[in-house]
Structures are given as structure tokens and as C-alpha cells.
T-cell receptor, first 109, second 114 residues
């Protein structure tokens, strides 16, 4: 079993739709959690950190459920520019980040 | 801030040749990571350094791969001899050791071994 698991998609949604991605992680000692975004042929870029209380950044909302070892990302009012691969990431001891395989999102006009 | 700088951006080489990839981390960051990304395997951590010291190199595929960090502002990843299966995008990333920070990635080196 992979340490961080995501549905690879692709998720094909129309502009304006709300879409949610989920991710599970296996290491209960994981300390920090992030969502990264990766555009085609580009490097991954930090989208947002994920906090236990849940956090929001504009149209993006991230949630963490430590008991279920589950992380989610909700995107409201999808834009064409949101099309990318979204990587779920956990940080364990020693400053190591472990990346999920990514979920591909395609937003269509 | 110039970000994490990698060179070259693209490298095409023949099988058996030595390849050296270079990385300059963000000034002040004290952790540096080398990742490899392929369609089949996604992002794989090869090796990482804390304060210029290699901490975990268990992801290095085999002895053909080596990495050095002679100082806080420079690291290299060397493949000798290169093989076609080494073709991938190689990313360098840096961060602070402490705290709940993510990494900042460089633009990557796209390596093709023919």
C-alpha cells in the first residue's frame, strides 16, 4: 500500500462547478499536510497547507481528519485555469515530504 | 528571491555518458531534496540533505547515482554511466528543516538518455 493514496482521475468538470478531491495517508505519525498543484511540464507548487481545523483560501478549502487519516480539497466555482494535477502531500519526521500520485483536474468551458 | 535554480533545463545524452545535474537552493534554506518524476512512478525522493549532510539516500536507484552538497548553496546529482531508463524530470527542492513548511521546487531538468 502506498503511503499517500489519491484517485488519479481525471476529473472532468464544467466551468463553475464545485469539485472535491480526497486523499488518504497511512502513517498516523504524519505531522504536516499540504496540497500542491502541478501544471503540465512544470514543477509542483505549494497550493496550501492543511490544518486540523480546516482552512480556506479563496475558492479553495482544505480539510484534515486525523482520526480517519484523510485529507480533502474542495474547489468552488472552477475556472479553466484550475486545470492541473493536484498532489496530496504529508510530512513525517525528519522533514521528509511524501507525495501522492496526484489527481488530474480538467475544467472545460 | 530567485527561487531554487536548476541547470541545465534540458539534457540529451547518449547511453553510457556521465550526466551532472546542478541545483542552487533558496538562500537560508537548510534542507535540500532531489526528486525524480516519471509518468509511471510519479515523484520519487532520491536523496535529501540537512545542513549539507546526506540524511537519507535510500531512494537512489543504484550505485550509478551519486549526490553531493559541498556547501549550503550548491548541490549536484551525477549519473554515471547513464541508461535510457534514467530518462525523467529531475527536480531539486529546498526548505527549512524546522516547522510545518512545504518545499520550494526548482523548474527541473528534463533528462533524455538515448
Amino acid at each position: 500500500r502506498k503511503e499517500v493514496e489519491q484517485d488519479p482521475g481525471p476529473f472532468n468538470v464544467p466551468e463553475g462547478a464545485t469539485v472535491a478531491f480526497n486523499c488518504t495517508y497511512s502513517n498516523s505519525a504524519s505531522q504536516s499536510f499540504f496540497w500542491y498543484r502541478q501544471d503540465c511540464r512544470k514543477e509542483p507548487k505549494l497550493l496550501m497547507s492543511v490544518y486540523s481545523s480546516g482552512n480556506e483560501d479563496g475558492r479553495f478549502t482544505a480539510q484534515l481528519n486525523r482520526a480517519s487519516q484523510y485529507i480533502s480539497l474542495l474547489i468552488r466555482d472552477s475556472k479553466l485555469s484550475d486545470s492541473a494535477t493536484y498532489l496530496c502531500v504529508v510530512k513525517n519526521a525528519g522533514n521528509m515530504l511524501t507525495f501522492g500520485g496526484g489527481t488530474r483536474l480538467m475544467v472545460k468551458p | 528571491d530567485a527561487g531554487v535554480i536548476q541547470s541545465p533545463r534540458h539534457e540529451v545524452t547518449e547511453m553510457g555518458q556521465e550526466v551532472t545535474l546542478r541545483c542552487k537552493p533558496i538562500s537560508g534554506h537548510n534542507s535540500l531534496f532531489w526528486y525524480r518524476q516519471t509518468m509511471m512512478r510519479g515523484l520519487e525522493l532520491l536523496i535529501y540533505f540537512n545542513n549539507n549532510v546526506p540524511i537519507d539516500d535510500s531512494g537512489m536507484p543504484e550505485d550509478r547515482f551519486s549526490a553531493k552538497m559541498p556547501n549550503a548553496s550548491f548541490s549536484t546529482l551525477k549519473i554515471q554511466p547513464s541508461e535510457p531508463r534514467d530518462s525523467a524530470v529531475y527536480f531539486c527542492a529546498s526548505s527549512w528543516i524546522a516547522g510545518g513548511y512545504g518545499y520550494t521546487f526548482g523548474s527541473g531538468t528534463r533528462l533524455t538518455v538515448v
